[in-house]
């Protein structure tokens, strides 16, 4: 299979990149490793519009800055290349128009509720990025990796193994790693980039959200629920909510970590995490996919209902 996407890259005429909405660093890393390996064959697709852009700490990766968005791209791609994208859900309407009347569509990822949505699907489920997942396509071709390829599938691994500290690193993403340090990639400068350059608005925000934290069902459970009033007061965006369900869960006696965020009148996007749980089994009930241990879904419903639905799948499974 790799070979096979490798060939139709190569018989690719202009390739659209396109990365899930939200945009984190796996997400961000491999759509730029892969623009470093294309060139000007390739452009990027933000899935974002109304003026937003990707998470600012990502603000020294290359290629960001003229990636387009829902505002300003066009139907002109003849291949889509989807990267940690989980499901088509993962891909919003103006984007899916374009991956459908693409003529070749390739689907590389790591998520396990992936189920191969594209023509060529790659999916290592259960790797611990699609960067991962990307090095070693990388390598079974053998295409050598410029530094800025290796630093941003680092990029990729770093903060989708929570800096190496998930069930999902094995030794070979350690090996990995560390082939890519020797590429010339500076892991320090990009570990403080990702980690330790937060806005005083995120800080703020953040500890609001995390003083409004309910617990129910002995500590077991605990939530807490963002409403667009909460942003506006710390002048926070929404990547600034990033972070939050992994605080609740690091608190000893939680086991499910919620945070649910107000999107429109009648939606409600959530993020769960556990420590031992498989959270996938609750976020499938709403549609949602993701990781054993993390995971999320947006409930069609306005915020307070929409947590009455997600304890009672909770609850079921506890």
Same mark, same amino acid.
């Given at each position: 299979?790799?070979?096979?996407?490798?060939? *139709?890259? *190569?018989?690719?005429?202009?390739?659209?990149?396109?990365?899930?909405? %939200?945009?984190?660093?796996?997400?961000?890393?491999?759509?730029?490793?892969?623009?470093?390996?294309?060139?000007?064959?390739?452009?990027?697709?933000?899935?974002?519009?109304? +003026?937003?852009? &990707?998470? @600012?700490?990502?603000?020294?990766?290359?290629?960001?800055?003229?990636?387009?968005?829902?505002?300003?791209?066009?139907?002109?791609?003849?291949?889509?290349?989807?990267?940690?994208?989980?499901?088509?859900?993962?891909?919003?309407?103006?984007?899916? @128009?374009?991956? !459908?009347?693409?003529?070749?569509?390739?689907?590389? !990822?790591?998520?396990?509720?992936?189920? +191969? &949505?594209?023509?060529?699907?790659?999916?290592?489920? +259960?790797?611990?990025?699609?960067?991962?997942?990307?090095?070693?396509?990388?390598?079974?071709?053998?295409?050598?990796?410029?530094?800025?390829?290796?630093?941003?599938?680092?990029?990729?691994?770093?903060?989708?193994?929570?800096?190496?500290?998930? @069930?999902?690193?094995?030794?070979?993403?350690? =090996?990995? #790693?560390? %082939?890519? #340090?020797?590429?010339?990639?500076?892991?320090?400068?990009?570990?403080?980039?990702?980690?330790?350059?937060?806005?005083?608005?995120?800080?703020?925000? *953040?500890?609001?959200?995390?003083?409004?934290?309910?617990?129910?069902?002995?500590?077991?459970?605990? &939530?807490?629920?963002?409403?667009?009033?909460?942003?506006?007061?710390?002048?926070?965006?929404?990547?600034?909510?990033?972070?939050?369900?992994?605080?609740?869960?690091?608190?000893?006696?939680?086991?499910?970590?919620?945070?649910?965020? =107000?999107?429109?009148?009648?939606?409600?996007?959530?993020?769960?995490?556990?420590? @031992?749980?498989?959270?996938?089994?609750?976020? *499938?009930?709403?549609?949602?996919?993701?990781?054993?241990?993390?995971?999320?879904?947006?409930?069609?419903?306005?915020?307070?209902? #929409?947590?009455?639905?997600?304890?009672?799948?909770?609850?079921?499974?506890?």
């Amino acid at each position: 299979m790799i070979k096979k996407i490798f060939e *139709q890259i *190569q018989k690719a005429k202009k390739i659209l990149i396109i990365t899930h909405v %939200n945009p984190d660093g796996d997400t961000l890393g491999c759509a730029c490793a892969l623009k470093s390996y294309l060139k000007d064959k390739a452009d990027i697709l933000l899935e974002v519009s109304d +003026g937003r852009k &990707y998470p @600012e700490i990502y603000s020294f990766m290359p290629y960001l800055d003229d990636a387009l968005t829902l505002d300003n791209v066009k139907n002109i791609y003849d291949t889509v290349v989807c990267v940690d994208v989980a499901s088509y859900d993962r891909i919003v309407e103006k984007a899916r @128009e374009i991956f !459908d009347s693409a003529k070749v569509t390739i689907n590389i !990822d790591h998520h396990k509720t992936n189920k +191969g &949505y594209a023509m060529y699907n790659y999916v290592l489920g +259960g790797f611990s990025s699609a960067g991962e997942v990307l090095y070693e396509m990388f390598e079974s071709m053998g295409i050598e990796l410029s530094s800025e390829m290796a630093s941003c599938l680092y990029v990729s691994i770093l903060t989708d193994t929570g800096c190496f500290k998930y @069930e999902t690193v094995t030794p070979r993403t350690f =090996e990995i #790693a560390s %082939n890519l #340090a020797k590429l010339g990639v500076d892991c320090a400068k990009i570990a403080r980039n990702c980690y330790d350059l937060k806005s005083k608005a995120m800080v703020m925000f *953040q500890a609001h959200c995390l003083s409004k934290c309910e617990f129910i069902c002995n500590d077991k459970i605990a &939530y807490t629920l963002i409403k667009k009033s909460d942003l506006e007061k710390f002048g926070a965006k929404d990547e600034h909510t990033e972070g939050i369900s992994e605080a609740i869960r690091s608190i000893r006696p939680v086991e499910f970590a919620c945070v649910l965020k =107000e999107s429109g009148v009648s939606s409600t996007k959530v993020s769960l995490r556990s420590k @031992e749980k498989d959270v996938t089994k609750v976020v *499938q009930k709403f549609g949602g996919g993701g990781h054993i241990r993390a995971a999320g879904c947006t409930i069609k419903k306005p915020l307070k209902e #929409a947590l009455d639905l997600l304890l009672a799948e909770i609850k079921k499974y506890l």
